[in-house]
Structure formats: C-alpha cells, structure tokens
C-alpha cells in the first residue's frame, strides 16, 4: 500500500519572471497560480527580481501590511524586500527583491558556490552576473522568512524555475537544508544553445557531453550551475519527455518528475463575446494588412500566424516563411493567405505612415513602402525574416495570394499599430503554425487551441508529443493539432508539408471548420492545470521525502 502523500505547509517558488512578464515561464507560474493559491491559500509565496524600482509595475500590488513583523526584521538585517500580490488571477503573495547590493561580493559569492558545489562561475558573461545575484538574494529571503515566520516543524518547498534560479536553490540546499527544494529546467541551457548555433541536436544527442559542449561554445558558467542544480536538489524536474531525455544526456540526470505545462482558459471569452472578440480581432488584422500593403482583404482571407521568441531556427520561423514562399505557387489553394511572423524584433519604432492611414481609416489601394512589416527596426538590413523575404522576392504584390507581414513587437496593447494585446488578436486567427526544432513545451499551440484556433507543431516539440499521446495516435488537422514529424535534417520536408497542410485547410467547408475548432477547444480542456496539477503535488511528496531521508 503507498504511503500518503506529503504534503507542503508552505510553498516558495521564484523565477525571473515573477511579475515580469517575458516569456512562456511568466504563462506557466502565472495561470498555475490560481489553483496553488487555491490550495495553499497564502501559504504561497512567489519571488521574483525588483526591476521596476522607480517606476510602476502594473503586474505587482504592494501591500506593506503582509508579514509586517518579518519585514521590518529583513530590512534591518540588510534585506530589500517589498511585499505585495501578483496581479493575476487568485492574487498570489509575492515578495520582489532588490539584488543590486550583492554585485559588491559577486566573487566571494561564487568563490562559495566552488566550494560548496564545484559551481564554475569563471567564465560568466552577459546575463550571468545579474540572475545570479537575484538567485542569491530570493536565496536571503527564503531563509529569512523561513527562520522567522515558519521553524523546523513545518513541511516546506523551495522551488527555482530556469537555471536563472539555480545558485540560490543551491544555497537553500546548503544553508537551510530543513527546505526541501525542486529544480526546473524549462529547457537546457546548453541544449537550446547547441541547436541555437545550428548543430544537430537529436541524432547525436547520446554523443554529446554536455559539459564538453559547453566549453566549445562559450556556456560553461550556466551549463555548470544547471547541472549542479540537477544533481544536488531533493526533486529534479522538467517539462516534457522530449526535454527529460535531454537533462539525461546533457546534464546527466534523469529527472524525477515531468511537470507539464498546463493552462488556464478564464480569460477565454464564450458564446456571443467570443464571437464579437474573434470579429473585432479579424477586423484589425485585416485593416492594418490593408493599409500597409494596399491589397484588399476579403473577410474569406485564411489568416495563419506563428508567434513566440525570435529564435529564427529553433522555433521554425524559417520553415514558417519557406512554408509561405512555396504557398505563393501552390495551385491547390481555395482561399488567400495572410500571414503573419509575430515575434518581437529589436524595434527602434511603429511606422509613423502605417499609423497615419490607421488613423484616417478607409480602404487603401496603393501600399506603402517595404509593405511587409509594421514597425521601423534597429538595423533592418540584419534581421533574419526581412532577409528572407527580400531575398525570395516576397513583396506583397497585390495580385500575390499569399502575404506575409512581419509583425516584430511585443502585442501587449501599446504597441503604436495593433493596440491590442497578444491573446485579443489571437483569437482572429483561422489557423497556427509552429514548426519548431526546438520547442520543450510549446506554449504558444497550446494558447492558439484554448482560443479555438487548430495548429500545427512539431514531434519535436513537448506539447506535440503529448497530443499524440492523449488522442493515442499521430495527430492531424481534423483533430485539432497536426503533428508533424521532425529530425535534425528534414526541414525542408517540414516546410513543403505546412504549405500543403495549409493548402487542405483553405479547402475545408464551414462545417469542416468549425468541428476542427471544436476539437482544438477539446484537446486546450484536457491541458488546464486543474489536470496537470497533480504533477506538482508529486513532485512536493518526492522533495519532502528526499529532504527527510537527509535529515
């Protein structure tokens, strides 16, 4: 008979990315948040860098009245804590830290982690330093407030998202070791770094050593405090299976636990709101695709989308774009294409005659200049999806049936052209592609088919290997997600195979349509965290008895 199940008392979890909004991390904590607090009312404290001093954070509500006691005890003891909640559903306590006065001992603080754990930190650079020094100082506050509000008796977890966390797991580790701590790696420094610097990542997986590779392209210091993390902690855990087999080989750690992604779908409109929100949001794609390259946009317009980071290869934004050069002669095309490339660029602006035509209205036939991107960028002639587009040619003629518009900012609402946020045009599109290489979850599919919008990924992907197996075969269009097989090699198979998958949707029929939506709608419930929750509360028990047997 198994024994039950340990359970926290008190839960801490810090990433970067608490009430900074950057990424898929931010989509992870944030919507888990809810059913945690739901669980753990208050016994729930998020930790995240204090980035926004001196200016408003909108994401962070300050409340000085939490811990009163405790907080006047950590700032005489040097701490700089503020305390409030995160803005998010279920209001989750937060405490945001100011790690700046740590850079003064940065060497004396890594010369500890070398002794303690043979962390290397010789070979930092770039954002190293900085996520080292917040780890640390989230590190300060957790043994603080442990010491002080909860003592020994009581059952608690440290968890630290992204090797940006580690150093402090590994302090919590050392120097508390009553917590019980859980690491996550949500992807592999060195493994996203292999692929980001084209090698093939899959095939020769079994072949690399991490610690190897991380000499040869310049990643020592994170490689090295990611793997003590991996194998110095009471709970290991990442992703996906496709992400767990990377850990194995590159980091030398099976992980304890898989931890997928999960989703909340409270903000998703129904019935007529979804309807209006769709209409509206179709509405301005099409009056800014207009405006810009002055061709008319029917309301038949297939509008196709990819989203996410701006990692050319790893996320298949270049299969994206072949995928849409190879549609311009596809004859098997029933629709026009409107395509869209929406990851955010280094933007010097939004166009200032994009954003005068937006503001007279009306229907324009004559296009702007380079009508394929809506905003000015930093050194343009660098940019990797307007030099494939310049150099195939692809100018948005009128008589074209495929266009593609690059839209290279951050869709939060104010962003000069669109003025709405990412998920409010999301729901206009009519079909998503992500055909990534490297994806360990996917967040951005699993988003487009909680707003009804059928997708395609990868087998490459975590979240494309977790469809197949929740539909229990190879899934396709009609189910919602088509998955497609990928390889180290295959890219332009990838892509010939997404212009053809986007030709066959152009073809379907209303009723066709709209069941294909309905099971996108379907696989999105089966990933809501009140399902992928009990994930966690077994990775909390592994963590606990780990941290029990050690004591």
């Known amino acids: 008979m198994r024994e039950k199940r340990l359970v926290p008392d008190f839960i801490f979890e810090s990433s970067w990315e608490v009430c900074n909004k950057m990424g898929g991390i931010y989509t992870v ?3 888990r948040a809810k059913t945690l607090q739901e669980q753990f009312p208050d016994k729930l404290l998020f930790i995240g860098p204090d980035v926004w001093q001196g200016k408003e954070n909108p994401l962070f509500l300050e409340d000085p009245t939490l811990w009163r006691p405790w907080m006047k005890k950590a700032n005489q003891d040097g701490l700089h804590v503020r305390l409030g909640r995160w803005n998010i559903p279920g209001k989750p306590c937060v405490a945001l830290v100011d790690f ?7 060497n004396e603080i890594y010369g500890k982690a070398w002794e303690d754990f043979q962390v290397d930190s010789l070979h930092a650079y770039g954002d190293y330093d900085e996520a ?3 780890s640390y100082a989230a590190a300060l506050v957790v043994e603080s407030f442990f010491h002080y509000n909860l003592g020994t008796k009581k059952k608690v977890v440290y968890q630290a998202n992204e090797w940006m966390t580690c150093l402090g797991a590994l302090y919590v580790r050392k120097y508390v070791p009553e917590i019980a701590t ?3 790696t949500h992807a592999t420094s060195i493994g996203r770094s292999i692929a980001g610097n084209n090698k093939p990542l899959y095939d020769y997986l079994w072949a690399y050593n991490g610690t190897q590779m991380a000499g040869e392209l310049n990643m020592e210091a994170k490689h090295s405090v990611e793997r003590q993390a991996a194998h110095n902690v009471d709970c290991f855990t990442t992703v996906s299976d496709v992400t767990g087999r990377e850990c194995y080989e590159l980091l030398d750690k099976r992980p304890d636990a898989i931890l997928p992604n999960g989703f909340e779908a409270d903000f998703v409109p129904t019935g007529t709101a979804f309807t209006k929100r769709r209409k509206e949001a179709r509405a301005k794609i099409l009056q800014v695709a207009n405006a810009l390259t002055g061709a008319e946009f029917t309301d ?12 050319y290869r790893n996320k298949g934004i270049d299969v994206f774009l072949e995928a849409a050069y190879r549609s311009l002669y596809d004859s098997e095309l029933q629709r026009p294409v409107l395509m869209l490339v929406q990851v955010p660029a280094w933007v010097e602006s939004p166009r200032t005659d994009l954003q005068e035509r937006l503001k007279l209205g009306g229907t324009y036939s ?3 200049p380079e009508p394929v991107i809506t905003h000015n960028l930093n050194e343009p002639w660098n940019d990797p999806v307007l030099n494939f587009l310049r150099s195939h040619g692809m100018k948005n003629d009128v008589h074209s049936r ?12 104010n962003d000069g052209i669109f003025e709405m946020p990412y998920y409010d045009l999301l729901i206009g599109d009519d079909l998503a592609a992500y055909p990534s290489y490297y994806e360990p979850w996917g967040y951005t599919p699993l988003e ?3 707003f009804h919008v059928p997708c395609i990924t990868t087998s490459l992907s975590g979240f494309g290997v977790w469809v197949c197996s929740s539909v229990g075969y190879d899934s396709k269009l009609e189910d919602g997600v088509e998955v497609i097989g990928r390889n180290d090699y295959n890219a332009q198979e990838v892509a010939e195979k997404l212009s053809s998958l986007i030709a066959r949707y152009s073809a379907f029929d209303k009723k066709t349509i709209d069941k294909v939506r309905r099971n996108a709608a379907k696989l999105a419930e089966k990933a809501l965290w009140k399902n992928f929750i009990k994930y966690y509360y077994e990775a909390y028990d592994i963590a606990l008895r780990n941290a029990k047997a050690r004591k």
């Open 100 to 106: 700046q006065p740590y850079f003064e001992k940065k």
């Open 366 to 368: 004559e296009p702007l």
């Open 448 to 450: 487009a088919v909680a």
């Open 300 to 311: 038949d317009t297939l509008i196709v989308a990819t989203s996410g980071r701006y990692e």
């Open 29 to 31: 904590l944030s919507t």
């Open 402 to 413: 495929v266009k593609v518009i690059f839209v290279p900012c951050y869709l939060d609402g």
């Open 182 to 184: 859980i690491f996550t």
């Open 132 to 134: 080292s020094m917040f």
